[in-house]
Structures are given as structure tokens and as C-alpha cells.
Nanobody
Framework: QVQLVESGGGLVQAGDSLRLSCTAS????????MGWFRQAPGKEREFVAT????????YYRDSVKGRFTISRDGAKNTVSLQMNNMKPEDTAVYYC?????????????????????WGQGTQVTVSS
């Protein structure tokens, strides 16, 4: 079983930066697929960014491209999300997710149903 522990959420102002981190533990292998999703009040969970470990394939939702960067440290089983120039619409609970399998396609990597493991979520609030 894989446990995911997130850190780094908080309250920031529009234009500020924030970095989220997530560490996977409980197994000896590095999840081949890890990503970040978010859920705002009254809205469905949505994909933010994802990265595979085999080819380093990354995908971002359009609204965060150029502002957010996902990265992985395989040795530490950690995935991070650097968020710059944040906007009020980025306000949400952010979840780290990991999967045992990966297909390096957009539709596979951005579908939350393909992720078996989830963190507890961390609140990110951006004030205007």
C-alpha cells in the first residue's frame, strides 16, 4: 500500500508563489505516475498537472500552463508543484495522486480514475 503525504498549502495573495510537495511511502518502488488534482467548493475534482517517471511526460491543464511546474525526485519518491503568479481561481484543495500503471497519453494521465492512491489534500487559498 502506498501512502501519500502532502505539505506546503496555505494562504497567499494574487501574484505570489507557493510550492506543494508530496512524498510517497509504504512501498519500495517509485510510482510510475504521479500528479496533482484540485477541487474547489461546489466543483468537481479537476486535473492540474501530471508526470510519468518512465519518459518524463508531463501534462498541465490550460489555465496553469506557464505558471505551474511539476517535478519529481525519484530517489525520494517525491513530487512537487511549483505555483507562480497565482490567481484567486487557483483556490482549492490540492490532492497528490499516484498510480501503479502508466500510459503516456493525455487522456490516461489526466483521468483521476487511473490513480489508485490519494493524499489527504492541502488547502490553497489565493486572495485578490
Amino acid at each position: 500500500q502506498v501512502q501519500l503525504v502532502e505539505s506546503g498549502g496555505g494562504l497567499v495573495q494574487a501574484g505570489d508563489s507557493l510550492r506543494l510537495s508530496c512524498t510517497a511511502s509504504g512501498r519500495t518502488f517509485s510510482p510510475p505516475l504521479m500528479g496533482w488534482f484540485r477541487q474547489a467548493p461546489g466543483k468537481e475534482r479537476e486535473f492540474v498537472a501530471t508526470m510519468s517517471s518512465n519518459y518524463g511526460t508531463t501534462y498541465y491543464r490550460d489555465s496553469v500552463k506557464g505558471r505551474f511546474t511539476i517535478s519529481r525526485d525519484g530517489a525520494k519518491n517525491t513530487v512537487s508543484l511549483q505555483m507562480n503568479n497565482m490567481k484567486p481561481e487557483d483556490t482549492a484543495v490540492y490532492y497528490c495522486a499516484a498510480a501503479d500503471f502508466v500510459q503516456n497519453t493525455y487522456y490516461y494521465m489526466t483521468d483521476h480514475q487511473n490513480y489508485a492512491y490519494w493524499g489527504q489534500g492541502t488547502q490553497v487559498t489565493v486572495s485578490s
